[in-house]
Structures are given as C-alpha cells and as structure tokens.
C-alpha cells in the first residue's frame, strides 16, 4: 500500500466519494504510481467505471480483493470452483445493474455494451454460473460421502483451523510425517486432504481446512460451507495462529476464528491452540505473547510448524484431551466369518495385540466409545466373549 485516504460522508451516487476526494485521489496516484485502488465500501460498478476514468488506474473493493486473495491461494478444485462461483454471482449482481443503466438509456453504451450485449452478458455468466454449480455439486456429494464412510471408522478427527497464512497446512505436513500406513481400502475413504496419523499411541484422522478472514463477505461464506463442515464434524480442532505478527494482530485474528467456530456452529467442539511461528520471535517476546494471549486462547502451546518445534507436547495434549476412547479385550472362535471380522476391524480401529491359540484368537484394540459398542456386540454375535471393556 502507498497511500490512504478516508471520508466521511454519505456515498455519493457517482464516485462513492465526493469529487473533491477524486481529485485528491488522482494527485495522490499520480505523486505514489499507484496502480490499483481498494475501496473498503463496496462499489458499484458505474462508481467503479466513473473512478477509473478520472484517476486513470484499475479500481476493486474489498470484496474483489479477498476474492483476489483467494484466487491465489485456491489450490483443491473445490475451492476453485467455489471462487469462480463467488466471482460470477458478483458479476451477475452487477450486470443486472448494467441491464438496468442500458434500458434506462442513461447510459448509452455503458462500459462499451448496448442493451442487446448486455442482455447476452446476463445471460452468460447466469450459464456459466449453473454449471459451476453442476460441478460443486458433484464435489460435495463425494465430500459428504467421505465424510460420512470417516464417521464409520473408530478412529476420532481432528481438524484444523485458522486464519489463512497462520501456518495450517505447513502443521498438517508437519503432523504427518509419522503417517500411518493405509490400506487401499481406507486410502479410498479419505479425500486428500485428511490423513491417519498416529502419536502417543494413538490413531487419528487429521484434516485441513481452509483459512478464515476477517468479515467474509456472506456470499463466499455460502461458497466455503461445505469446507467450512469439516471443522464442524470433527472431534477436536486444532486452531493455528501466527504469534510472529503484532499483538493486537494476533489478538484480532484470534477473536476472528474463535467468532467463526462459534458461527458455523462448531462451539462446542474443544479446541487445542497451536501459537505458530515462534521460531520468527525472540525468548522475551514468546513469553511476553504467551502471558498476554493464555486466557484468551483455548489450551494454548507454543509450536513452530516449520522448525517442528514442540511438536511432542502438541500431540500429548491433543491425545490428552480426545482420550475418551475405550480399550477393549475380547476372545473370539475362529472361523470364516471371523477372519473377516478382524479385517474389518484392522482397518478401522487401533489394534494394538492380536495371538492365537489353538482355533481362537485374543484380541486388544482401541476405539471411540460408541464404535467399541459396535464392535462389542459384533464379537458376541460371532460367539465371542468380551474379556474387558475400560473408558
Ligand atoms: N517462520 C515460520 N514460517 C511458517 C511456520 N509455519 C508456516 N510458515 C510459513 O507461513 C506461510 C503460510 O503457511 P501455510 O501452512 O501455507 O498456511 P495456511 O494456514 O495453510 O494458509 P491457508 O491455507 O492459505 O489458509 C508459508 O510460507 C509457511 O512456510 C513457522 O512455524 N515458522
Ligand atoms: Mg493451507
């Protein structure tokens, strides 16, 4: 940013700011080089048009630049999709407007189109707009079914969450460097961006997510909802935040993500805070945050994503805070069907021992409480016996 200028004043219909302030804002470009100017109010297009023409240089507003911002970092189709969705439900709010102008004749050619063009604009990006949709519609029932066949495993989610930038998907790396092997089978189960992972002797699907911002527009709100669901399926989530940046940054981004869980409706999932980044900041300056933020962040810990730093103590506490899972014992005939049995049951809970003798076999194994249920009366079904069964 080179410059700022701010007013206060009801939007004039025109500009959004006064002509003065245009004036102002043309001399300011042309002192700073300036080649683009961010409107935090939005603007309507025939603002936008009339500004550019007398400053000379490309104007966007807030919206046009979180989207922006999006853009460059969208790496999944989803969320690709989901911006170019955004993107073009913006242009069809503002081609309606441009049809209006058109009719109107107020403005014959606007923005170089007759009311003929126009019409085919509209028309355009109202098919282009269906047919993304076509194809996010097509993604989330894959996602609805991944998440639904996760649901059927015995192993609890943790996903993770924060403001973009803060260092989410460099901690998902970071945390799977010990990864489980899957079997094909469960390899299917699992998008690509969720991982069984294994610490403190325990398994857990770990998923990343996408990053929240400040006062997302409602419309991209509506287009990250189906990534924003994964945050509130999940058993825990893990909540990353730069603590290299200023304080009262940190403090801001932080209310935003709490805001955010709280707004999807994922509050009463614990949450584990991650304060990233401390191999960019000094040992007094760690403590000083660390004092500053400790009530204001849930089980917060101190972690470097990118030096793997803490790393232990961030797995203990995660292990700490999701052990409501049941250890269970349990001795089982041999036969076809219960071969089959334990496969499944491989494939899906934590097996920690598993020996034979003669024609049964002994088996000790881990899962969330309700799945251990599962699992306890399908042991009884094949003829087995459950030897223990311990919260
Ligand atoms: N110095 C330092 N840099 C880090 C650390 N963790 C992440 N980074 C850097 O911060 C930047 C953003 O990291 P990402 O992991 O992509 O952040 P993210 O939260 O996934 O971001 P979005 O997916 O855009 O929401 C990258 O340049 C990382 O290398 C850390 O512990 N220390
Ligand atoms: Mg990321």
Redesign the pocket.
């Known amino acids: 940013m080179v410059g700022k200028i701010e007013q206060i004043r009801a939007p004039d219909p025109r500009y959004q700011i006064g002509y003065g302030k245009i004036k102002e804002l043309a001399e300011l470009i042309k002192e700073t080089g300036a080649q683009k100017i961010i409107f935090g109010n939005p603007l309507r297009p025939v603002q936008a048009y009339n500004i550019a023409k007398e400053t000379g240089v490309e104007v966007i507003d807030r919206f046009q630049l979180i989207l922006e911002i999006f853009a460059r970092?969208a790496?999944t189709t989803e969320a690709k999709l989901q911006i170019q969705l955004a993107k073009l439900k913006y242009e069809l709010a503002r081609a309606k407007e441009k049809v209006r102008l058109a009719k109107l004749g107020e403005q014959p050619g606007f923005m170089g189109l007759g009311a003929y063009e126009v019409d085919v604009y509209y028309e355009t990006v109202k098919r282009q707009i269906q047919t993304i949709m076509e194809k996010l519609r097509k993604i989330r029932r894959k996602r609805v079914l991944h998440r639904e066949r996760r649901a059927e495993l015995g192993f609890p989610s943790i996903s993770?969450a924060?403001?973009?930038?803060?260092?989410?998907?460099?901690?998902?790396?970071a945390l799977t460097e010990e990864e489980v092997p899957v079997d094909d089978a469960l390899f299917t189960t699992l998008s690509t961006t969720t991982r069984l992972v294994k610490f403190s002797r325990k398994k857990f699907l770990l998923t990343?997510?996408?990053?929240?911002i400040d006062r997302l527009p409602l419309t991209l709100i509506e287009a990250f909802r189906s990534t924003l669901e994964e945050t509130i399926y999940s058993d825990l989530i893990l909540l990353?935040v730069?603590i290299?940046e200023p304080l009262a940054t940190v403090e801001k981004k932080l209310s935003v993500c709490l805001e955010t869980i709280e707004r999807i409706g994922a509050s009463g999932i614990p949450i584990i805070t991650a304060l990233?980044?401390?191999?960019?900041l000094s040992q007094t300056e760690i403590q000083e945050k660390f004092e500053k933020l400790q009530d204001k962040a849930p089980k917060p810990v101190l972690?470097?994503?990118?030096?793997g730093?803490n790393l232990n103590q961030l797995k203990e506490i995660i292990a700490k805070t999701l052990r409501n899972f049941v250890q269970a014992s349990f001795t089982l005939p041999l036969s076809n069907e219960a071969m089959s049995f334990l496969s499944w049951l491989f494939s899906r809970t934590d097996v920690q021992e598993v020996s034979y003798e003669g024609d049964t076999v002994y088996v000790t194994f881990e899962a969330v409480p309700w799945f251990a249920e599962k699992v306890k009366s399908r042991v009884e079904e094949l003829g087995g016996k459950i030897d223990s069964f311990k919260h």
């Open positions: 970092r790496t993770l924060g403001y973009t930038n803060a260092g989410k998907s460099s901690l998902f790396t990343d997510t996408v990053g929240f990353v730069d290299s990233n980044k401390i191999d960019l972690t470097s994503a990118l030096y730093l």
